[in-house]
């Protein structure tokens, strides 16, 4: 069983910037795949960015150029790097790992974006 506990989310004004953290219970190095996925009040669940085992990212067209994902494998952490935010990113951020065929999420951590 993978557990993931996020971090770093918080109040934040229009045009501030946030880090979130994701540590992993055990080595990340092994997913498949792991990301940032968001859930705004009323709406669906929708991903953010995600990263490979190797260098490729890919990020919603609503973040493209504001967000950025990276991993640290030696710590076992995701993070994602949150700049210039809007109020429109205000959203539950989740963590998601897939490990061969299962997925794995975080409880996730509240972002809100608010002058």
């Known amino acids: 069983q993978v557990q993931l506990v996020e971090s770093g989310g918080g109040l934040v004004q229009p045009g501030g910037s946030l880090r979130l953290s994701c540590a992993a219970s055990?080595?990340?190095?092994?997913?498949?795949?792991m990301g940032w996925y968001r859930q705004a009040p009323g709406k669906q669940r929708e991903l953010v960015a995600s990263t490979n085992t190797g260098t490729r990212t890919n990020y919603a067209d609503s973040v493209k150029g504001r967000f950025t994902i990276s991993r640290d494998n030696a710590k076992n952490t995701l993070y994602l790097q949150m700049n210039s935010l809007k109020p429109e990113d205000t959203a539950v951020y989740y963590c998601n790992a897939f490990l061969f065929v299962s997925t794995y999420w975080g409880q996730g951590t509240q972002v809100t974006v608010s002058s």
């Open positions: 055990r080595s990340i190095a092994a997913f498949n795949s």
